[in-house]
């Protein structure tokens, strides 16, 4: 069985609670159990990470080394400023998925500056929850 690793950067934990005309009503926990339910349909193992810490971020990007065949991550706002998440995909060789809930695209221009796209096989943005299931797809064909 291939397995996929989820990670979530800083607030996404808040999912729900506001700015809903963005980020939708869904909480982080509505997110879980809708990629679980995707994952096991799938019949693909999926592991969840959340922090809101950089450094714990690059942690679990590293951990993954050797265990794991694919990485989705929402890197929330270390998108636009982290070259270490950047450095810390490029090191595992790990396929990554970027996903972003809104379509950063047509928000304040500093999101649409992306550190870690260069280091990603796809990127997803705007699509709401259905973006992880898709950057899961994503990874199983390819
Ligand atoms: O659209 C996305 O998924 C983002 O990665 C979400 C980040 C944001 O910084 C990125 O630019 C785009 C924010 C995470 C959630 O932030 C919340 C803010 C208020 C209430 C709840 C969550």
């Given at each position: 069985m291939k397995k996929i690793l989820v990670i979530n950067g800083p607030n996404l934990n808040m999912l729900g609670i506001r700015e809903p005309s963005i980020y939708g009503r869904s909480t982080y926990n509505d997110?879980?159990?809708?990629?679980?339910?995707?994952a096991e349909k799938k019949q693909v193992e999926v592991d969840f990470y959340q922090s809101n810490h950089e450094g714990d971020l690059v942690d679990a990007i590293q951990n993954a080394y050797g265990n794991t065949d694919g990485i989705v991550i929402n890197p929330g706002a270390y998108t636009h400023t982290s070259v270490a998440l950047l450095d810390a995909v490029k090191a595992v060789g790990?396929?990554?998925?970027?996903?972003?809930?809104s379509d950063v695209s047509t928000r304040e221009p500093f999101r649409s500056i992306s550190y870690?796209?260069?280091?990603?096989?796809?990127?997803?943005?705007g699509k709401g929850f259905d973006g992880y299931t898709e950057a899961i797809d994503f990874l199983l064909e390819h």
């Open positions: 997110l879980l159990a809708f990629v679980s339910s995707h790990i396929p990554t998925v970027e996903v972003h809930i870690i796209r260069a280091a990603c096989v796809k990127t997803i943005a």
